[in-house]
């Protein structure tokens, strides 16, 4: 079946813009995650939704980071007032939303903020 | 979540057995051992994981000490597609739910023809 989508595949933005990423989950996966990953590092978790409400936003760097999943399947991960710092590739990731579960991951969005 | 400790890069040569280590000292009883990787220019992937014994699958062989203060991935016969970045993670089952998993900077697998 189909895996995680992620929409665009690339974003070229100028610093102080406003940008949205959107995620399309694996049909019936009920937990859905950001990560950010930064050129030589791991990903590093941003926020986690079970259903529509965020479970965990604890990874978000500041007020300038929101994320929706308004009808518990797509998710978009919303910047505002970019800065250069928040140039990365953001990865989304779904699963069934147990523990042990597998995290199927998209192939990212690559941010670049000018 | 425990911390890993992974060595920054290993190499290895095609068709032949590769071991990646991972040290978790700090672990839990009841903290999972997960495995993904990381090839290049894509999302992460997973592999395998375990709790206390020995796991088995189309991909690679899970080794875990007796103690469960380490673990070693095995792939049997690398190929130039396993070329990688190899996380091993640990996931609290209990206190952690199915929270985001928290990656360190993990192996990159360098392999020769």
């Known amino acids: 079946g189909a895996g995680v989508s992620q929409t665009p595949s690339n974003k070229v933005t100028e610093k102080g813009k406003y940008v949205e990423l959107r995620c399309d989950p694996i049909?019936?996966?009920?937990?859905l995650y950001w990560y950010r990953q930064s050129l030589g590092q791991g990903p590093e978790f941003l926020i986690y939704f079970q259903g529509t409400g965020a479970a965990d936003d604890s990874g978000l760097p500041n007020d300038r980071f929101f994320a929706v999943r308004p009808e518990g399947s797509v998710s978009t991960l919303k910047i505002q007032r970019t800065e250069r710092g928040d140039s990365a590739v953001y990865l989304c990731?779904?699963?069934?939303?147990?523990?042990?579960?597998?995290?199927?991951f998209g192939p990212g969005t690559r941010l670049t903020v000018l | 979540d425990a911390k890993t400790t992974q060595p920054n890069s290993m190499e290895s040569n095609e068709e032949e057995p590769v071991h990646l280590p991972c040290n978790h000292s700090t672990i839990s009883g009841t903290d999972y051992i997960h495995w993904y990787r990381q090839l290049p220019s894509q999302g992460p992937e997973y592999v395998i994981h375990?709790?206390?014994?020995?796991v088995n699958n189309r991909m690679a062989s899970l080794a875990i000490a007796e103690d469960r203060k380490s673990s070693t991935l095995i792939l049997h016969r690398a190929t130039l597609r396993d070329a990688a970045v190899y996380y091993c993670i640990l996931r609290d089952v209990w206190g952690g739910g199915a929270d985001g998993l928290t990656f360190g900077k993990g192996t990159h697998l360098i392999i020769q023809p």
């Open positions: 049909s019936g996966h009920t937990a």
């Open positions: 375990g709790l206390t014994s020995n």
């Open positions: 990731a779904s699963s069934f939303g147990l523990a042990t579960d597998t995290q199927y």
